[in-house]
């Protein structure tokens, strides 16, 4: 069974510039999370979709900060415009109940 | 006060020792609980849920008390492919299956 797949999985880019991450789940998970993992910490949860819809995005910077997962599959996060503080890995995860399965992440450097 | 805490690391053992990483929790209303296992620049992937009468899966057993908010990993005689960060994950009581993790505790088991 195919993974998580995410990318670019490396992206270095100056502040003020804009970035977009792609995901595409596992086969059949409705649900898709979007996670900023900084250096030394946990995952924080940036978004949470249901399908199409968004079930949770209460921690998501909704001023530099936009996702979408329009036809319930693959989605993006876009960051516009960078802040050296968005630098960190942004990991993607899908689930079908309980356990989230997460992809390889993609690796932000905002200079 | 953080949602989810975890013992500071690092842990260095000796292989063959018993390690114990400690949780605590802030949401009462938590109702499912995990340990994930995190590599250096890899994704998280499960170890195993926490249940209130404890669970062990061969030299990893968990336990849960849901009166004092605590969750403990205990890893039997440690192998060297046990080094990595070990996150307490807590389900953030909302019923939609949102996670929030701990920093982690980072474990190095030495030959």
């Known amino acids: 069974e195919a993974g998580v797949a995410q990318s670019p999985r490396y992206k270095i880019i100056e502040k003020r510039q804009s970035v977009a991450f792609w995901c595409n789940p596992i086969s059949g998970h409705a649900t898709l999370y979007w996670y900023q993992q900084i250096l030394g910490q946990g995952p924080k949860l940036l978004i949470q979709f249901q399908n199409n819809g968004v079930v949770d995005d209460s921690q998501l910077p909704k001023d530099r900060f936009s996702a979408e997962r329009l036809k319930g599959v693959d989605s993006t996060l876009k960051i516009q415009p960078a802040k050296l503080e968005d630098s960190a890995v942004y990991l993607c995860?899908?689930?079908?109940?309980?356990?989230?399965?997460f992809g390889p992440g993609t690796r932000l450097t905002v200079l | 006060r953080k949602e989810v805490e975890q013992d500071p690391g690092p842990f260095n053992v000796p292989e063959g020792a018993t390690v114990a990483f400690n949780c605590t929790y802030s949401?009462?209303?938590?109702?499912?609980f995990f340990w994930y296992r995190q590599d250096c620049r890899k994704e998280p992937k499960l170890l195993m849920s926490v249940y209130s009468s404890g669970n062990e899966d061969g030299r990893f057993t968990a336990q849960l008390n849901r009166a004092s908010q605590y969750i403990s990993l205990l890893i039997r005689d440690s192998k060297l492919s046990d080094s990595a960060t070990y996150l307490c994950v807590v389900e953030k009581g909302t019923g939609r299956r949102a996670l929030t993790f701990g920093s982690g505790t980072r474990l190095q088991v030495q030959p």
């Open positions: 949401n009462s209303a938590s109702q499912s």
């Open positions: 995860a899908s689930s079908l109940s309980d356990t989230q399965y």
